[in-house]
């Protein structure tokens, strides 16, 4: 019963480093995305994907690259990390193929702060 | 492009009292409509969903919305506030079709007194 998973729940970088934050499902999704989630901003989706192979930009993608090779894995990339990016990353699985009727699964969430 | 508003960033209720969490959206389709709920420290979880069938939907807890299209609203409420209830809420859209994503507002934190 793995769910959605993402790592790390927590890490701190230095302003320019680079990293990857994880997440893999177990359910077979087809749905992946990558939201942050800043106070009195709510949730603001950066990238998503509908199938291997297959993604595209939200609302905030400047800064993030992702790639999704295999069905189970989606994962963030931050090129040169800002102190703007200090925030708490979820990530995010529905089972829909095309045309979105379904209930996101949530990750527990990963907090990155940026000095 | 889809939108969500959320009128009222805290709403505090007292325990018993009913719960209304405002929710307008734009869309240039007929919208896909969700609430989620988030408890401190945690991800989030759907309350309940409008897929286009009855425009008064049931979800968990005793929650319940209604879709009203004429106001673009989707408005959340539970006529009786338990302390379990204090959490944030998010209003979310989809518009379906095969590359479609699905936009959050920007919350409203839920207080329960006592």
């Known amino acids: 019963n793995a769910g959605v998973t993402q790592t790390p729940k927590f890490q701190v970088l230095k302003t320019g480093q680079s990293m990857t934050l994880q997440c893999a499902q177990d359910m077979n999704h087809e749905y992946m995305s990558w939201y942050r989630q800043d106070p009195g901003m709510g949730l603001r989706l950066i990238h998503y994907s509908v199938g291997a192979g297959i993604t595209d930009q939200g609302e905030v993608p400047n800064g993030y690259n992702v790639s999704r090779s295999t069905t189970e894995d989606f994962p963030l990339r931050l090129l040169s990390a800002a102190p703007s990016q200090t925030s708490v990353y979820f990530c995010a699985s529905s089972p829909s193929s095309g045309g979105y009727t379904g209930e996101l699964f949530f990750g527990e969430g990963s907090r990155l702060t940026v000095l | 492009a889809q939108s969500v508003t959320q009128l009222g960033s805290h709403v505090s209720v007292s325990e018993g009292a009913l719960v209304l969490l405002r929710c307008n959206y734009s869309?240039?389709?007929?919208?896909?409509l969700f609430w989620y709920v988030q408890y401190p420290n945690q991800g989030l979880q759907l309350l309940l969903k409008?897929?286009?069938?009855?425009?008064l939907v049931k979800g968990i807890n005793g929650f319940e919305a209604e879709f009203k299209k004429s106001e673009t609203s989707f408005h959340l409420t539970k006529p009786s506030a338990h302390m379990s209830d204090a959490a944030e809420y998010f209003c979310?859209?989809?518009?379906?079709?095969?590359?479609?994503?699905?936009?959050f507002g920007p919350g409203t934190s839920l207080s329960v007194i006592p």
């Open positions: 409008y897929t286009s069938a009855a425009t």
């Open positions: 869309s240039s389709v007929p919208p896909y």
């Open positions: 979310a859209v989809s518009e379906g079709g095969a590359y479609d994503k699905v936009i």
